[in-house]
């Protein structure tokens, strides 16, 4: 495994440097993660992308760098402590030096010479891309093959003068080759049909293969990625991207698309759901299917929208005035991003209220290697729910009741237009035929009615997914990016001699009590990792009466991800020193 980042300042062009390093590499055979770190503004501040690469599936991006192009000393400065041997390769053009403490290996490279000798500044991150397949060890045809299909339409002069840019950063490196400390060999590809996406990119294509075709939204980082995916494949299928004023109208307009019987979604963040909320309660209460993606950011208010965290979750629950059941999902991987997209239509449908899926910002945004198969569309079942045919209607005729008390809480509905239907909804609450009533009895029983439906998510999906021994030392739980980052910590820990196992939740809403309870009944420590400040799943899992002393929290909330060392290393101190207290 080799882990290559490049930094400088943000417009600079460094994020089409990395995604030129992570697809060829993908291409060669290898498996791919991409980190990034930028601010919330278009140009200027600093910000990197950093890509680990190796011949094996990797789940997060770690403390380790192994080659670091820096564009200037600020990259230096902020990321050296990362390189313990490693090479920094530096643009000479402003003078690069090595803090004192470093253990780096500096490369000086006339990258910005050299491409002003190519006629433009910009073709430096090109030589660099050159030099860094030289570090690499990875073939430079490989880049130039990418280079041809990447500026097809740019014309051959672009494409020349690109691939004369990457000779040059190859040959410069490899002429001096002998000289800089060799790395980690990169091992032997693995051939597969693999491709590389963001967990937004699945998360569109799971809506579109689940039959979506309305999409209404407002833009806002990180949800945004996922309308524009939508935008470009909905023209193929007659779905249809609809930007919106604000939140309000976007949780609205498919709420009224859902109940004219269109799956149609919304994606947003934090504070756009917030807005969301007195809406969301408005499907719940007219039992309208509707589906919404929240990439949780860092908060309260506008926060830190490009940085990480998990702090959404009782909002995702319990946000909104009175008592609104809804579902709420949480994907921890791009597999499962694109899995719950499409499952979330289908949950919609079937139990007719608000899904909710809940992602963050790290797995919406970093791009990782995924297996063609695990987003395969034609293969996705459909299920509509229950909805009367016109045969159904003729034979009830008039009664058709749209609210039933029914053995199993869920009603059939119909869709405005079927002759002796009922086009009737309201958020006042109503009786079996769709009439406001105040009636207490009826009270009751409608809300036991929206209560209870929702209850039987448990039958139709797995809640809870366990990986390792079930009388781990300890359970790393978690949900979203951080199972990935729990994973590689339990490798890490296995060398130490830990036995422990990874459990992540699948569903948040309604709370798979059981399901837990059963998973980490032999256990003797859980530790619950997330990125909040006040333990949000902690509290999920108190409020079922399942925090005894055997859970522990492990917090983050400075939006930087967890790494595998760091929850390694924490894991190792908690087990420590309740071996010391014991």
């Known amino acids: 495994m080799l882990a290559w980042k490049i930094g400088g300042d943000q417009g600079e062009g460094i994020d089409s440097t990395g995604d030129i390093v992570i697809h060829v590499a993908n291409h060669l055979g290898y498996y791919v993660y991409g980190y990034k770190s930028f601010s919330s503004r278009i140009k200027g501040g600093h910000t990197n992308y950093k890509v680990r690469i190796a011949n094996h599936p990797i789940h997060a991006t770690t403390k380790r760098t192994d080659i670091l192009i820096a564009l200037n000393q600020e990259t230096i400065n902020l990321n050296h402590h990362e390189l313990d041997g490693g090479i920094i390769l530096a643009d000479s053009a402003f003078s690069p030096y090595l803090p004192d403490d470093s253990k780096a290996f500096l490369v000086p490279l006339a990258m910005s010479q050299m491409a002003k000798d190519q006629g433009s500044l910009l073709m430096r991150n090109m030589i660099a891309v050159g030099a860094s397949a030289a570090l690499l060890g990875l073939p430079l045809d490989a880049f130039g093959q990418y280079i041809v299909k990447r500026f097809a339409k740019k014309g051959e002069s672009i494409i020349n003068a690109n691939k004369r840019a990457l000779s040059m950063g190859y040959e410069a490196i490899m002429a001096q080759l002998d000289q800089i400390p060799a790395l980690p060999a990169l091992g032997i590809p693995v051939p597969g049909d693999r491709i590389v996406l963001t967990g937004n990119d699945a998360t569109a294509l799971g809506a579109l293969a689940a039959g979506c075709r309305i999409m209404c939204g407002y833009p806002i980082t990180p949800a945004t990625d996922i309308m524009e995916a939508l935008a470009k494949y909905f023209p193929m299928v007659g779905g249809v991207v609809m930007q919106m004023e604000d939140e309000l109208a976007s949780i609205t307009a498919a709420i009224g698309a859902g109940f004219a019987g269109a799956r149609a979604m919304t994606a947003t963040s934090g504070p756009g759901l917030s807005l969301m909320q007195e809406a969301i309660g408005l499907a719940a209460m007219t039992e309208t299917p509707v589906v919404i993606v929240d990439t949780q950011r860092a908060g309260p208010s506008t926060g830190m929208p490009t940085k990480q965290e998990q702090s959404d979750l009782l909002a995702l629950i319990y946000g909104g005035h009175g008592e609104a059941p809804r579902i709420v999902i949480t994907p921890s991987s791009v597999e499962e991003a694109f899995e719950d997209a499409y499952e979330a239509f289908n949950l919609a449908d079937h139990f007719q209220t608000p899904v909710i899926i809940a992602t963050d910002l790290s797995l919406a945004l970093w791009q990782q290697t995924v297996e063609r198969q695990a987003v395969d569309g034609p293969h996705v079942p459909i299920d509509r729910g229950a909805i009367y045919s016109a045969q159904d209607l003729s034979t009830v005729a008039n009664s058709f009741r749209r609210y039933a008390f029914t ?102 809403s309604p709370f798979p009590k059981d399901q837990c309870q059963r998973f980490f009944a032999k256990a003797r420590h859980i530790l619950v990792v997330e990125q909040n400040a006040t333990g949000q799943v902690a509290h999920l899992l108190k409020g079922a009466g399942l925090f005894d002393g055997r859970y522990h929290s492990l917090l983050k909330y400075d939006g930087v991800p967890f790494l595998p060392e760091e929850v390694a290393q924490e894991t190792q101190n908690l087990l420590a020193q309740l071996e010391v207290n014991h």
């Open 407 to 508: 053995l199993d809480d869920i009603s059939p509905r119909t869709l405005p237009g079927m002759s002796h239907g009922q086009y009737l909804a309201t958020g006042v609450e109503h009786g079996q035929n769709g009439k406001v009533s105040e009636d207490p009895i009826n009270r009751q029983h409608m809300m036991d009615k929206r209560l209870n439906k929702v209850l039987q998510i448990h039958q139709l999906r797995t809640p809870v997914r366990y990986d390792g021994p079930e009388d781990a030392d300890v359970v790393l739980l978690a949900i979203g990016s951080t199972v990935g980052i729990n994973k590689e910590a339990k490798e890490i820990l296995a060398k130490s001699g830990v036995r422990a196992a990874v459990a992540w939740l699948r569903t948040l």
